[in-house]
């Protein structure tokens, strides 16, 4: 499906696991929905710390590095706010306490729609075999979306000390899924989306990520005959 974003939808979250994961999935889909007034927030599970090969880097200093890059990236693409859990990156598991922290972002920011990662593994091609974080990541989104964020009785403390109220996304959106029905035209925005990619410059160069998010869209548009798209599985739940 391909068609209006704004359904009588006005507010985006994104769930990943680690800073840039967003920029390589969804920014151009975020980038959309930030020009058209969403009001558009994203949650990094982890801290970023593992993420280089440089032996004269800490962690402690990789944390920095990649939490300036991520809010760097959101400026550009407009987002309301970047929130950093800090769980210890390559270490995440989709705990009760993890999914209580979303829970707490999803009641409090109220998103109708949440992207979130696949939490399964997918063995494609043979270059790549994902990350463990980004499958508990997903996993963890999607058990907060569903049942905790909704329900009244589950973390009952985020009501009776924080004044969380439940609260009901409409829509999940699963990046990276095998069998996307949700594909959006984001031929107008994709150069923010590499503009927001380039900012991640511990990550990725600035000429790979221009080449490798303009490829991936490209061959995306090709199913609904547009220059540039993103793909996701849709789950309509509220």
């Known amino acids: 499906m391909v068609g209006q974003l704004n359904e009588g939808f006005a507010r985006g979250m994104v769930v990943t696991a680690h800073a840039d994961d967003a920029e390589w999935g969804c920014s151009g889909t975020v980038a959309r929905w930030c020009a058209e007034g969403w009001d558009v927030v994203y949650v990094l599970c982890t801290d970023g710390s593992k993420g280089s090969d440089n032996p004269e880097i800490t962690s402690d200093e990789l944390i920095k ?13 407009g987002l309301s706010d970047v929130i950093f859990l800090g769980y210890p990156d390559a270490y995440l598991e989709p705990t009760l306490a993890v999914r209580k922290d979303i829970t707490r972002q999803i009641r409090r920011h109220r998103p109708d729609v949440l992207i979130c990662m696949n939490p399964v593994r997918r063995l494609m091609g043979d270059g790549y075999i994902g990350h463990p974080d980004h499958f508990a990541s997903g996993e963890a989104a999607m058990s907060a979306v569903f049942p905790s964020a909704r329900d009244r009785l589950t973390f009952p403390d985020l009501l009776s000390a924080e004044g969380l109220e439940p609260h009901k996304v409409r829509e999940l959106w699963v990046m990276g899924h095998e069998e996307p029905d949700r594909f959006v035209d984001v031929t107008g925005h994709v150069d923010t989306a590499v503009a927001a990619l ?5 990550q990725v160069a600035p000429d790979d990520a221009d080449r490798y998010l303009r490829e991936g869209r490209r061959r995306t548009g ?3 005959g547009v220059q540039y798209a993103e793909s996701f599985k849709r789950f309509r739940l509220a």
């Open 222 to 224: 090709q199913h609904i």
């Open 198 to 202: 380039q900012a991640h410059r511990s």
């Open 65 to 77: 590095i990649r939490r300036r890059e991520q809010e760097n990236a959101g400026r550009i693409l």
